[in-house]
Each structure stands twice: as C-alpha cells, then as structure tokens.
C-alpha cells in the first residue's frame, strides 16, 4: 500500500456522481470525525446509516441531527461483537439491499497523549483490526460495484506505517506485500498479545508509541492492502485515511485540526469521482502526492 499527503484541501469533488440512492455507513459515527463525517455527506446528499456501539449515544447524535434538519438512518453497532455484525447486516441488506460506501471509523484507545499502556491490548486489537476485517468480510457480498464504483476508507493512523517498526523480520514481511496473507498478519497480532503477556513486548521492534494502537493500525494497513489487492478492480477500492493530530476524545482534546476539518479531508477521498480514486493507498490527509510502503 502507498502513502500519500497533501494538505491541499476543497470543499468536496467537483463532479458530483453520487445520489440520494448512494449508501454510506459510518462506524463509531455518534462523535468525532465519525459524527462530522456523517453530518457532511447527509447535507451532500447521500443516505448515511450512522452507527455506535451504544445505541442511547448513537439515537442521542441522530436527533441532534435531526435538529439542524439532517436526515440520517441508525442502526446499533458492535465491531467488537459477531452477532451484532450479522445483525446489523441483516438490517441493512432488509433495509437498502447493499450499501456503496463503508468508512470504518470506529477505533478505541486507552492511552492518554503522552502514555503508552498495553493493559487493554486484546480490547484494542478486537476492536481496532478484527472489528473492521470481520464487518468488511461479512458486508462485501452487499456491495453493489456499480458504475460509480463501491468504496471502502478505513480511518488509520500513520502510527501503523511501516517506518514504526524496529523489528527487521517483521517490516521485511510486511514490505512483501505480495506474499502478503491474512494468516500472516493474524500470527503477527497474535505474536504481539503474546509478548504482552509475557511482558517481553518492549524489547520485540513493536511501535514505540501507543503500541497496542499502532499494532492495531499497522494490521488494518496490511489487511487494507490485501483487500485492495485482491477485490480491487474498477468497481470496488479499498484505502486508508490518516486524519493527522485531531482534537477528539482519542487525544484529550487536543490536535491541530477539528473533526469537521478531518471529516472534509476524508470526504475528498471518499467522494472521488471512479476515474480518479485509487485503490490500495494510504492517505495522509487528502491527495495522492508523495509514496511510500506501509
């Protein structure tokens, strides 16, 4: 997977391809960039099923919505949780059949800006990286690959490049992109929650900030490539987007971007025209400029 940056920014695509028909999901959508995201693409236009884990604080974001006069639909959901998965695809193949967009935004942390605990490692590793992989694996039957192409944004985190790795075996075989399989970034989450239980995990090349995070990250990339290599055509793209330091809960507050300001980043990838969308690329904020490995 290439990275790329450019802080360049617009207020959205020009050639506007998408309609009210076009279905977006947002995972962890009930605050934060998550929240902005789906607030910006319902005023575009597009039917948005906000989801969150909790579902009083997910109704609570859609009627503040609802308020300003945007429309959202709602649905609960779990990453973390098997049957919330299969529920919620149940509900939304009943409700619309398919869906084109997916932004996989739900994440968690349990670290403050300046700490690095492993305490919550399996928390952060089931929500961050199988949470997102299980619910991609259960809805690419729904995705329609229309003319306009289906696309699926994993939210990221540069903390998860290649570059945070000291471990030599370890960055080789994730630059061997394609060699690259699941199996092998499932041994290397699961090399990782066993050095945690072995307190042995300082020592082993991990990322050295918010390491349980940035593993996290650093599967989601490599699992991004994979699926980009592997379904990517014309009509269906897989990338991931780094919203850069981003006041939310995850960091305190602090940051040197807003939400809504990550979100219109995201949203100039996510609503490119099929022409012009990559497949299999990093995103450091918004368009394709510089390259390098994950």
Request: aromatic share 8%; net charge positive.
């Amino acid at each position: 997977m290439e990275y790329t940056q450019n802080t360049k920014t617009s207020p959205f695509p020009t050639e506007h391809w998408w309609s009210k028909d076009t279905v977006a999901v947002i995972t962890g959508a009930n605050k934060g960039i998550g929240f902005s995201l789906a607030k910006r693409l319902a005023q575009l236009g597009l039917t948005v099923v906000l989801t969150s884990r909790d579902a009083i604080k997910g109704q609570e974001a859609v009627e503040s919505l609802r308020a300003q006069n945007i429309h959202v639909e709602y649905s609960q959901l779990d990453v973390s949780n098997l049957q919330s998965i299969s529920s919620f695809v149940l509900w939304l193949s009943n409700k619309f059949g398919g869906l084109d967009i997916l932004v996989n935004n739900a994440a968690v942390s349990f670290n403050e800006v300046d700490t690095n605990s492993v305490e919550y490692a399996e928390t952060v590793i089931k929500t961050n990286f199988y949470g997102p992989k299980l619910l991609i694996q259960a809805l690419l039957p729904l995705f329609r690959r229309s003319t306009t192409a289906s696309r699926i944004l994993n939210i990221s985190s540069q903390l998860g490049l290649l570059n945070k790795v000291k471990n030599p075996k370890l960055r080789e075989m994730l630059r061997n992109e394609e060699n690259l399989c699941e199996r092998m970034i499932d041994q290397m989450v699961a090399k990782f929650l066993q050095s945690v239980k072995n307190g042995t995990w300082k020592e082993e090349g991990w990322p050295e900030i918010w390491t349980d995070y940035s593993v996290s990250k650093l599967a989601l990339n490599a699992h991004s490539s994979i699926l980009a290599r592997l379904h990517g055509n014309d009509h269906f793209k897989v990338n991931c987007f780094c919203p850069g330091y981003t006041r939310t809960n995850m960091t305190g507050g602090r940051g040197s971007r807003t939400a809504d300001e990550a979100a219109e980043l995201a949203i100039n990838i996510i609503l490119l025209p099929r022409d012009r969308l990559p497949n299999g690329k990093f995103f450091k904020l918004s368009t394709p400029l510089l390259f390098s490995k994950l």
